[in-house]
């Protein structure tokens, strides 16, 4: 009963901040956060250094994302090193990947992808809760279920990306076929639902000349879908049901990640099926294996109240302040956009 109490609230608030990112986050002055000077010029001028909303959405996602990973994990009696432990792990192999996999597929060094993030962290999620178990975990006396946390990682991760999208609208990445190229059932579904995005420096108009174009709102639709399927995914974990969570999060969201491609006209590499799509597909097929394999091991049932309590910690504070700071400085500096900036002193103030 707790669960499904604070569950609504939760719902309301995700709905909010959505609808203010797909309200405000097209427009032009929802890109560049701040500048700073990083190097004067022959001409007086400095040249700035870019601080994006991109990184502030992004980091924020996976502010929420690593808390409910910790909230689930603490609900079924995983201690709250051990899960920070794995989060590190999954961190330290799925961040660089997002950078790493664009630049094999898209051809491009200054981009990341969620897809080729996702992937390999499907992959070694078994292997990295393995490698914890091992060896923090013999140490200091813990053990992660491996279904359970499969189905903690799955429903952090619907939320996760949910929440990122609003970040690809910010920067104007991910995004859809204008709506003129579309007809019958399509048109009409979204004809006055359309995101239009301003400004010459999102990703939108350097890349394909959409800008001021209703678009189909393929981010939108992700945010919402993603965290619907996180908040059902949660519900079940929560109820014990934690096959049922993993296979909520995961089949929902690889399968829209490889069918909304579709609606996308940004690039995705060659072919008529992408590698995301295949990545998407790969991934799915492994993941439903390992987690048929891997099932069986006893989980307690979750306390709802346990895993919220684990979080409200000095140190849990800090884990989450040090990961939102990480994130921002990642994936917040854009190396895409420049700066060109001058100082003066208002003298009419003295």
């Known amino acids: 009963m707790p669960e499904i109490l604070i569950l609504i609230p939760v719902m309301f608030t995700l709905g909010l901040y959505i609808w203010w990112g797909i309200r405000f986050l097209p427009a032009e002055r929802w890109q560049v956060f701040a500048s700073a000077p990083a190097e004067k010029l022959a001409d007086g001028s400095w040249?700035?250094?870019?601080?994006t909303w991109y990184g502030i959405l992004t980091a924020n996602a996976y502010l929420v994302a690593v808390a409910v990973l910790l909230l689930l994990m603490g609900s079924v009696g995983v201690s709250t090193t051990g899960t920070a432990l794995l989060t590190a792990v999954?961190?330290?192999?799925?961040?660089?990947?997002?950078?790493?996999v664009a630049r094999i597929v898209e051809k491009k060094a200054h981009t990341f992808t969620v897809g080729g993030a996702v992937?390999?962290?499907?992959?070694v999620t078994p292997f990295a809760i393995r490698l914890v178990n091992a060896t923090a975990g013999e140490r200091l006396s813990f053990h992660i279920p491996v279904l359970a946390a499969y189905a903690a990682i799955a429903s952090a991760y619907a939320f996760g990306e949910g929440l990122g999208r609003l970040a690809c609208i910010s920067f104007g990445?991910?995004?859809g076929k204008p709506l003129s190229s579309t007809s019958?059932?399509?048109r009409k579904l979204f004809e006055g639902r359309c995101l239009v995005f301003s400004g010459e420096t999102k990703k939108i108009a350097y890349a394909d000349g959409l800008q001021g174009t209703e678009v189909l709102p393929v981010q939108a639709l992700t945010a919402l879908f993603y965290s619907g399927c996180g908040l059902a995914s949660a519900g079940l974990f929560l109820a014990g049901h934690f096959m049922a969570a993993f296979l909520c999060a995961t089949v929902t969201?690889?399968?829209?990640?490889?069918?909304?491609?579709?609606?996308?006209?940004?690039?995705?590499?060659?072919?008529?099926v992408s590698a995301y799509q295949i990545m998407g597909g790969v991934g799915l097929a492994y993941a439903v294996a390992a987690s048929l394999l891997?099932?069986?091991?006893?989980?307690?049932?979750?306390e709802f109240t346990v895993?919220?309590?684990?979080?409200?910690?000095?140190?849990?504070?800090?884990?989450?302040?040090?990961?939102w700071v990480a994130i921002f400085l990642y994936t917040g500096r854009s190396t895409v956009t420049g700066a060109t900036m001058s100082f003066h002193v208002n003298r009419e103030n003295i």
Do not use: H
């Open 47 to 51: 040249r700035g250094i870019n601080y």
């Open 90 to 100: 999954m961190l330290a192999c799925c961040v660089p990947a997002s950078r790493l």
């Open 119 to 123: 992937f390999v962290g499907i992959l």
């Open 173 to 175: 990445c991910c995004y």
């Open 184 to 186: 019958g059932l399509i």
């Open 253 to 272: 969201t690889q399968g829209w990640r490889s069918f909304s491609e579709v609606f996308r006209a940004d690039y995705r590499g060659g072919g008529s």
């Open 294 to 302: 891997l099932s069986g091991e006893p989980v307690p049932r979750p």
């Open 307 to 323: 895993g919220l309590k684990s979080l409200w910690t000095p140190a849990v504070i800090l884990f989450l302040q040090g990961i």
